[in-house]
């Protein structure tokens, strides 16, 4: 049977620890750390697929032209009439492991709070690590492999398992300098650095984000979608003569990977999914972010209250920032299969092209009346 015994998660215990170090007694220098174990929460979505697609209640039905295989017209896949045309293929059920538990993660971290001299800036300094297990992901356990391309079960075509093979890691450093400067001054500034790597990013992936090969989940283990070397802020709040304040804010980042694909269903498994061999998942540095916005306030008193006009700006400098979700991520338009290996490659002339950007500059006036 698809669907066997299925067990209970009862063992979600989360021991915590956590602690906090004043070492002179005076706010000056802190320590501070913790460790714990998280559970996560058991997902609807994956139960609710099954439910429809389970193969007794509900399956997912595809046609395949049967000129790509070569057969004769009355097999080829009429598109005015796709339902009744072409050649049935087995169907698509979509299935969660018996025994499905609930993510969990180990996370930790360590940080000091270090103030500078007498002044009002504190620096501060924290590393964080967290490892997730059990984490749900999903694959085509009905896959054989691309090394012996086929069904293991012939009466299916994809078997779709929602699975606890996914796994993550997350490294951080973080550097802040914050506080308040003579004058009333306000300032703010952080850097990140990180890395995040995972099996995938999604247990409801897009077409093109499946495993390049189901039966090699292991081969998935790269960098996370969101997953940004540096990550730059730096604003503050500066009260100037004449009732006014200057708030300036810049933000950077180095950029998200964005995953690198041939298009096309190399390996057979009806998924478009494929890299070539060697590339790994989200192995393409996305493009870098940078904007500085602003905002001037002049206040006026007025009797008993007061009267703020304001102008804020918005990527100021008018910084072209690329999406990286708008990347072409295809590298071919078509080329070789496992099936045949002898099709020559035809490129993709716009591959690595981005075709939208985040906001351009904007700016706008307001005015604020307090009593």
Not at 29 to 40: D, K, L, M, P, S
Not at 48 to 67: C, D, K, M, P, Y
Not at 171 to 200: F, P
Not at 308 to 326: G, H, K, P, T, W
Request: proline letters at 7%; charged letters at 20%; glycine letters at 10%.
């Amino acid at each position: 049977p698809l669907v066997g015994p299925r067990s209970v998660d009862s063992d979600n215990i989360q021991p915590r620890f956590g602690f906090t170090w004043d070492i002179g007694g005076n706010g000056t220098t802190v320590i501070r750390g913790g460790a714990g174990v998280y559970v996560g929460r058991y997902l609807l979505v994956p139960a609710f697929v099954e439910r429809q697609q389970n193969g007794t209640s509900g399956a997912i039905f595809q046609r395949l032209n049967g000129l790509l295989l070569g057969l004769p017209p009355d097999f080829w896949l009429d598109p005015n009439d796709p339902e009744n045309s072409g050649l049935l293929l087995p169907p698509n059920v979509s299935l969660l492991q018996d025994s499905l538990e609930a993510p969990e993660a180990l996370q930790t971290s360590l940080g000091l709070t270090q103030r500078l001299g007498k002044t009002g800036l504190y620096l501060d300094v924290e590393g964080i690590y967290s490892e997730g297990d059990n984490e749900i992901t999903l694959r085509d356990t009905n896959w054989a492999g691309n090394d012996a391309p086929g069904r293991l079960n012939p009466f299916y075509t994809s078997i779709n398992k929602y699975t606890n093979e996914g796994h993550s890691r997350y490294k951080a450093l973080m550097v802040s300098l914050n506080g308040m400067l003579e004058g009333g001054h306000i300032v703010a500034c952080n850097l990140t650095w990180a890395d995040k790597k995972n099996i995938s990013d999604d247990f409801s992936p897009a077409a093109t984000s499946y495993p390049s090969d189901s039966a090699d989940i292991a081969a998935e283990w790269g960098r996370a979608r969101s997953d940004e070397r540096w990550r730059a802020a730096l604003t503050g709040i500066f009260r100037l003569p004449a009732n006014l304040t200057v708030a300036p804010v810049y933000r950077y980042g180095s950029g998200q990977p964005w995953n690198r694909i041939v298009s096309y269903d190399r390996n057979g498994d009806t998924r478009f999914s494929d890299r070539l061999d060697g590339v790994p998942r989200n192995s393409e540095d996305g493009p870098s972010f940078s904007t500085f916005d602003l905002r001037i306030t002049w206040s006026l008193d007025v009797g008993s209250g007061t009267i703020d006009f304001m102008i804020e700006a918005f990527n100021l400098l008018n910084r072209v920032n690329y999406s990286v979700n708008s990347v072409d991520k295809a590298e071919f338009l078509s080329g070789p299969t496992l099936a045949n290996p002898d099709i020559p490659y035809v490129e993709n002339p716009n591959f690595g092209i981005y075709s939208a950007t985040l906001a351009p500059r904007e700016i706008q006036l307001g005015m604020r009346y307090s009593f």
